[in-house]
């Protein structure tokens, strides 16, 4: 393994064990910071919509513009983005509602001594840590694929994306966890099922680039990034935005937002100089 492809995997192990640090949130506060949360999320969607624009579509039309001429260059990237998109929307359509993982989980609710009896009865609370957990899984592989290929192509950037990715992970390990403790009482359970949903991330991010790495001609990479950056930009819209106005007040999750697209092009201008 070069070490390139080992920085590309560590890194991309790092974001999605991310998970684990929601859990452990959620056993140390009864209540959450939405407004930090919120802060947090916009701040992430921001980087990624940042870069999405910015870096990967303009390294996705170069490749694409150099193998394929202008025209058909430009078409094939267009096909890649939405490409992109369409695979997560699929993603999201096989996840089971009840186990969706970037609905608010109500901590305080569940905290509650006399509304928590409801959620007990019939298993309920262990059910939605499970489909939750399940859910956040298949929604990781893929997410992990394309924080791998970034950081093969350009490091700085997928570092970039790869913290952007952890904080999105946050709250995914809180809605894990917060369910199966209180059915439980047991925190190393939780913790684990939190930790096992984010190791998607780095597993699919092996297995994705084994089966690709035979096809990794200079057109078939230009798609690809492509479709990273379609990826990016559907959770970003489809997922941290929303959540994060939910999370707090919805000025929050813009203020965040733009945060997060100045540090990530000033970060872009200090890697150039």
Do not use: C
């Amino acid at each position: 393994m070069s070490d390139d492809v080992l920085l590309a995997f560590v890194v991309t192990l790092a974001a999605g064990l991310a998970t684990g640090i929601g859990s452990v949130i959620a056993f140390l506060a009864k209540t959450t910071n939405r407004g930090f949360l919120s802060v947090s999320l916009g701040f992430s969607g921001g980087v990624m919509i940042y870069v999405s624009f910015m870096e990967i579509m303009p390294k996705s039309l170069v490749r694409l513009e150099a193998a394929e001429g202008p025209l058909e260059g430009y078409v094939w990237m267009t096909a890649g983005f939405l490409g992109g998109m369409l695979l997560m929307a699929v993603v999201d359509r096989v996840i089971p509602s009840f186990g969706h993982p970037h609905e608010p989980m109500p901590v305080e609710m569940l905290a509650n001594e006399t509304a928590r009896p409801e959620y007990l009865q019939q298993g309920m609370l262990r059910r939605m840590g499970v489909f939750t957990a399940l859910a956040i899984a298949i929604h990781n592989f893929p997410e992990g694929l394309a924080t791998f290929l970034v950081l093969l192509e350009d490091p700085a950037v997928g570092i970039a994306i790869a913290v952007a990715i952890a904080i999105h992970n946050i709250p995914e390990g809180i809605a894990v966890s917060v369910p199966l403790y209180y059915d439980t009482g047991k925190r190393g359970k939780a913790f684990l099922y939190s930790l096992g949903s984010g190791l998607a991330e780095p597993l699919g991010a092996i297995i994705g680039y084994l089966l690709l790495r035979p096809f990794l001609t200079d057109t078939w990479l230009g798609v690809i990034f492509a479709g990273v950056a379609g990826v990016m930009v559907f959770i970003s819209l489809d997922e941290l935005l929303p959540t994060a106005r939910a999370y707090g007040r919805p000025h929050l999750a813009i203020y965040g937002m733009m945060a997060g697209m100045a540090v990530m092009a000033l970060s872009l201008v200090l890697f150039r100089i």
